[in-house]
């Protein structure tokens, strides 16, 4: 089954927006990650943060994780045609193999 | 460039017939996986690997044989393909509890008739 939960599962905003997604999981993590996927091709690593962290940055990237209540956020600033994709959260268990679970991803779209 | 190289892109076979699709990296990453992607179903996770000679099922392994014989490569072996095969396949690698997260493959089309 699937850890992670997406929400949206589809936005569509204007270029300079702000986009935010959400992910809920369910068991205890070791880390949660986001992975951009354009149209027809392979997934991108975009940002990790561990389960000791609250927040994090990269460029214009926010990520925030709750571990109480099972959640994370990623915030794109100041959007982009070209951020026109699909996110996905995936997380990596507390213990056992370093297996990353998907969840089935947020569709991106940003109107120019 | 270093990366995760993945063929064949596109497939196409018949129902029955069997195929290995080739994963390999040269980024000296002990961890390997596969996984499928189907509309609507996010990645599934089919084998992993965390060293050569180490492998274990993921969440959909029916269907599907893989070996770590080396640590750069990870092919992934369809036994008998079927209809619900169908799918694009994606190889991952990364160090081992790294903090730069997985690097995938451009993914394999394949299609079962």
């Known amino acids: 089954s699937q850890q992670g939960e997406e929400d949206p599962q589809a936005l569509s905003i204007q270029e300079g927006e702000n986009a935010t997604m959400n992910c809920s999981y369910k068991t205890s993590i070791n880390n949660l990650q986001w992975y951009r996927q354009n149209s027809g091709r392979g997934l991108v690593h975009l940002i990790l943060i561990r389960s000791n962290e609250r927040e994090k940055h990269s460029g214009r990237l926010r990520v925030t994780l709750d571990t109480s209540k099972k959640s994370s956020s990623l915030l794109i600033t100041a959007s982009r045609a070209a951020d026109t994709a699909s996110y996905f959260c995936?997380?990596?268990?507390?213990?056992?193999?370093?297996?990353?679970?998907f969840g089935q991803g947020t569709r991106l779209t940003i109107n120019p | 460039n270093a990366g995760v190289t993945q063929t064949p892109k596109f497939q196409v076979l018949k129902t029955g017939q069997s195929m290995t699709l080739q994963c390999a990296q040269d980024m000296n990453h002990e961890y390997m996986s596969w996984y499928r992607q189907d509309p609507g179903m996010g990645l599934r996770l089919i084998h992993y690997s965390v060293g050569a000679g180490i492998t274990d099922q993921g969440e959909v392994p029916n269907g599907y044989n893989v070996s770590r014989s080396t640590t750069e490569d990870f092919p992934l072996r369809l036994l008998s393909a079927a209809p619900s095969q169908t799918s694009v396949y994606f190889c991952a690698s990364s160090y081992w509890r790294t903090s730069n997260g997985y690097t995938f493959g451009s993914g394999t089309r394949l299609t079962v008739v």
């Open positions: 995936a997380t990596v268990a507390f213990q056992g193999a370093q297996k990353l679970v």
